[in-house]
């Protein structure tokens, strides 16, 4: 169920941003333990003026090549989530080219009530889901 | 106050989108009991490869009519909430030709301090909105 | 850290819209006392049909100069936030010709969990970042 929305730079192929999306997904559905077809992913394009990160004083160089997603989630644990970032960082440099140092992630919780996935029906609710 | 947040496929006209921002003003007003001026909604379209929406094994078929709303928001109650997701399924239905497995909402709340209308002022502490 | 997304009409220049980003940095900054390098801002271009927002019976008039900040953050004070809507609107005014009856904020807040900011590690949780 976590909704990502993911933020790049204009300028990568479609097949590129397709591999990013598969790539998270997968680290994603492991850290969280959630259904394969758990996946719902957004995407936008930044002009260089619409995407300003720097990094807090943390050393990290950022590139063209830089990388935000913000999750909507239910909550998650410590655990999970300390892995989703570990992982996230190491498969997107291994398989998509991205260096940790251009991956950022913030994370939005929210509960049971706050999600329809169709139907007009709250799953969490109804125990179609749990 | 909601903020909702309309994410679509490319290809709607202006008007198709301006009638589904209607239809769903209308039942969130009903549902949630605000003034028909509260009103704060956002549209971004996305190309085919920006929205990969699955269905966690519900079994809902997505077609290009997708849609997904993200609404920021004070607190709701569940009773809210479940008549906006059933109504909101059933009048874009009927209205705007949207299928209640093309429609997913997520919800994000937040407090009275969070939000500020105008004027540089939080009119939840200020009592200009209660 | 706080990760800023700016909503505005489409028509404004490169330059005006990096006006408003340096000049909302440094009534961030201020406001929340956090590091000048502590800047993640995402801008979001709009047609006309693509953003409605009225006004809750403020009785603030929106023009096509308006700005909407959606930021997610760690828990600010009460102080702290009335203190940036405050500022903002008059330094935007000021420095950028946005009226105050232009400007909108919504906040979302997070937990210390839910950022890293790179090298795939959670950087309140290991102390780099307190």
Not at 81 to 99: G, Q, R, V
Request: proline share 2%; charged share 30%; net charge negative.
């Amino acid at each position: 169920m976590p909704l990502l929305k993911f933020h790049v730079f204009e300028g990568k192929s479609e097949e590129e941003i397709k591999h990013i999306l598969n790539v998270t997904h997968e680290v994603m559905v492991e850290a969280f333990e959630v259904p394969a077809s758990d996946r719902y992913q957004l995407v936008h394009e930044h002009k260089k003026h619409q995407m300003v990160m720097e990094d807090t004083g943390l050393g990290y160089e950022r590139t063209d090549n830089f990388l935000l997603i913000h999750m909507i989630s239910r909550e998650r644990t410590k655990k999970q989530i300390t892995k989703f970032y570990e992982n996230l960082a190491k498969d997107l440099d291994k398989k998509c080219n991205i260096s940790p140092a251009d991956l950022m992630i913030s994370i939005s919780s929210n509960d049971d009530n706050d999600w329809s996935f169709g139907g007009g029906k709250a799953q969490f609710l109804t125990g179609e889901l749990s």
